[in-house]
């Protein structure tokens, strides 16, 4: 079971808005930055976002994020064929003497 | 950004100890921490533990008593040991780079190997 929750799926058109979600608490995401990986299968992950709403160099701005609370939100706008992938969250926790948390994954399926 | 570069055994009995090193090149280990990540087949990502350039290491509350990590910043390596495995730690493992905070408020690892699949089976 991950500290962080998301949906193990999601899905969209190409073109439409999707968003996934991330579930924390108050030891994580409540009170820490959240950053977003996207991950092609066989592939290792990529940072996707940083520092909760950051884009490293590279990472098109129709992805975005945001954080509230004790949850986060990725954000991706104009849907891409290309954008089928996993995607994860994660962020220290300073809950057992510290350790980053990973989400379960989000499998993101363009239809 | 850096390269990193994953290698070990690709397979481990039962009850032996697993042992990786990541090979960092392009860039400095200076200032930076270094961690291991792995992903068991078909499943998310669970982090193992980071290690700084003085040797000071953070591990996952879940492996701790199996894990042991160490650096040599004049090879520009660092290498993970995890003792006493079983079927369960078989997965892919990666090593990457991480950017650090004070107080660890913001924590992302913005460089990644392509990852060493590890199999733990007699």
């Known amino acids: 079971q991950s500290v962080l929750i998301q949906p193990p799926s999601a899905s969209g058109t190409p073109g439409q808005r999707v968003t996934i979600s991330c579930s924390g608490s108050?030891?994580?995401?409540?009170?820490?930055?959240v950053n977003w990986y996207q991950q092609f299968p066989g592939t290792a992950p990529k940072l996707l976002i940083y520092?909760?709403?950051q884009r490293p160099s590279g990472v098109p701005d129709r992805f975005s994020a945001s954080k509230s609370g004790t949850s986060a939100s990725l954000v991706i706008s104009g849907l891409q064929s290309e954008d089928e992938a996993d995607y994860y969250c994660?962020?220290?926790?300073?809950?057992?003497?510290?350790?980053?948390?990973f989400g379960g994954g989000t499998t993101l399926t363009v239809l | 950004q850096v390269q990193l570069q994953e290698s070990g055994p690709e397979l481990v009995k039962p009850s032996e100890t697993l042992s990786l090193t990541c090979t960092v090149s392009?860039?400095?280990?200076?200032?930076?921490?270094w961690n291991w990540i792995r992903q068991p087949p078909g499943k998310g990502l669970e982090w193992i533990g980071n290690?700084?350039?003085?040797?000071?290491?953070k591990y996952s509350p879940s492996l701790k008593s199996r894990v042991t990590m160490s650096i040599d910043t004049s090879r520009k390596q660092f290498s993970l040991k995890l003792s006493s495995v079983t079927a369960a730690d078989t997965a892919v493992y990666y090593c990457?780079?991480?950017?650090?905070?004070?107080?660890?408020?913001?924590?992302?690892?913005?460089?990644w190997g392509k990852g060493a699949t590890v199999t733990v089976s007699s």
């Open positions: 990457a780079r991480s950017v650090i905070s004070s107080g660890y408020y913001y924590y992302y690892m913005d460089d």
């Open positions: 392009g860039g400095s280990m200076t200032s930076y921490y």
């Open positions: 290690i700084y350039t003085s040797g000071s290491t």
């Open positions: 108050s030891s994580n995401i409540g009170s820490n930055s």
């Open positions: 520092n909760i709403n």
């Open positions: 994660a962020g220290w926790d300073d809950s057992l003497n510290g350790h980053v948390a």
